[in-house]
């Protein structure tokens, strides 16, 4: 939501009403310039916020991001022209049967999803915003499994087949059906569905897939402060490991090698405790090569650290431009696979755990500018799901956080999801 309010106040908009993923608006036709975007709140235009570079990018045409925003500022927004995505959410009634099945896939666990209301006329998904969340809660349903793969794609046959049913399904993830997850309200007989018009909601199925399980207790051992001499941060602040701030010293003051920088740092670990080896989704031909670190990132976004106040405003966070992964510890009698040297496989195997020690470069949040007091800090792995796993409860933790001027305490760690 930040960085849709800064293109939103940046466009003259009173604000944003909501941010859009998944092509919610159709598929961009044109070079994506931005990935990975990390603003902080007080940036005025969007190109002063941490980015992986000009036109550096892993994106389909299906995740361009967008924008609602409010009416411009000292304009009452006319209600008639309301837009129809503005429209409400609810679960299908419960006097409402929904049956649900995949067709036209190569097998049984594979295809388009179907749905049909009270016995009648089979139909498709809408594909705006279907993603890993909703596929698992199908193949649930179906007893597949967990989702392998969530697509918006006519591949298996699209709406000229069988036409769209439901829009705007939206699941947390741990539903037991697509009863319980929220729709459009498809009573009205008028569906309107963005993105390419033949796109239907599809899925992969699979009874073996990996699940993450951050260890909050090493989070709460191992978390401390340190003043770093920027000197020592060169490579980390090539990877946008610092808050803003700290790259306007390093403009704007000529000594800026001998200012120091505060850091909250702690050891992140992520156990894979399902069936099947955690493997990064991009090909290993995208894989970026890290001269810092000698060695190749295979996802951008694997982790992320945010520390909120009261208010539930995000006060600071931590900044990594990528991550490798392997298999750091592994459980006895269970051997190492995946090793982030040279142009190895990427990985995290079933027993192992990935750790990044405190003492690596960007294993921390900067919290030079952030006042003393009692804060949240969350911690979440494959925050974004696109990875396929068996549950995403378990991939974050939330924790209290007293800062003072001499010390950092972390603890009353617990799981949630990003």
Request: charged share 25%.
């Amino acid at each position: 939501m930040v960085e849709g309010r800064i293109v939103c106040e940046q466009l003259g908009y009173a604000g944003v009403r909501k941010v859009t993923h998944s092509g919610y608006f159709g598929p961009a036709k044109r070079r994506f310039w931005m990935d990975n975007i990390l603003c902080e709140g007080h940036e005025k235009e969007l190109t002063h916020c941490h980015f992986d570079g000009w036109g550096v990018n892993d994106c389909e045409p299906s995740e361009a991001a967008g924008v609602i925003c409010d009416a411009p500022v000292g304009l009452e927004p006319e209600p008639e022209v309301q837009p129809e995505y503005y429209e409400p959410k609810y679960r299908v009634h419960y006097t409402h049967k929904m049956d649900v099945r995949l067709r036209g896939g190569r097998h049984h666990k594979e295809g388009r999803v179907e749905v049909r209301i009270n016995n009648g006329k089979w139909g498709t998904i809408c594909s705006d915003g279907w993603g890993l969340l909703e596929a698992n809660v199908v193949c649930r349903q179906l007893g597949l499994g967990y989702a392998r793969d969530a697509m918006q794609t006519d591949f298996f046959g699209g709406s000229d087949i069988a036409p769209h049913l439901i829009t705007g399904t939206e699941c947390y993830g741990n539903e037991t059906s697509l009863n319980d997850c929220l729709h459009h309200d498809y009573l009205r007989g008028v569906l309107s569905c963005h993105g390419s018009l033949n796109h239907v909601a599809v899925v992969i199925c699979d009874h073996l897939a990996p699940d993450l399980v951050i260890d909050y207790y090493e989070i709460e051992r191992t978390a401390h402060l340190e003043d770093r001499p920027m000197a020592l941060m060169q490579c980390a602040m090539e990877e946008n490991c610092v808050a803003n701030e700290a790259y306007e010293i390093q403009r704007d003051d000529p000594d800026w090698r001998y200012a120091t920088r505060r850091l909250l740092k702690f050891t992140a670990s992520a156990l894979n405790t399902g069936n099947i080896d955690f493997r990064p989704f991009k090909e290993k031909n995208m894989w970026e090569w890290h001269m810092c670190h000698m060695h190749y990132h295979s996802m951008e976004v694997f982790a992320t650290f945010d520390i909120f106040d009261h208010s539930g405003v995000k006060v600071a966070q931590g900044h990594k431009a990528s991550f490798c992964l392997e298999d750091s510890q592994c459980l006895p009698g269970i051997p190492k696979k995946y090793n982030c040297a040279n142009f190895g496989d990427q990985g995290i195997s079933v027993n192992c755990s990935d750790v990044y020690l405190y003492n690596l470069d960007c294993q921390w949040v900067d919290i030079t500018e952030m006042n003393t007091g009692s804060y949240t800090l969350k911690i979440a792995i494959n925050p974004e799901f696109k990875v396929a796993e068996m549950n995403f409860d378990n991939n974050a933790a939330i924790c209290n956080l007293l800062y003072t001027y001499t010390y950092a305490r972390v603890d009353n760690c617990r799981l949630v999801r990003p």
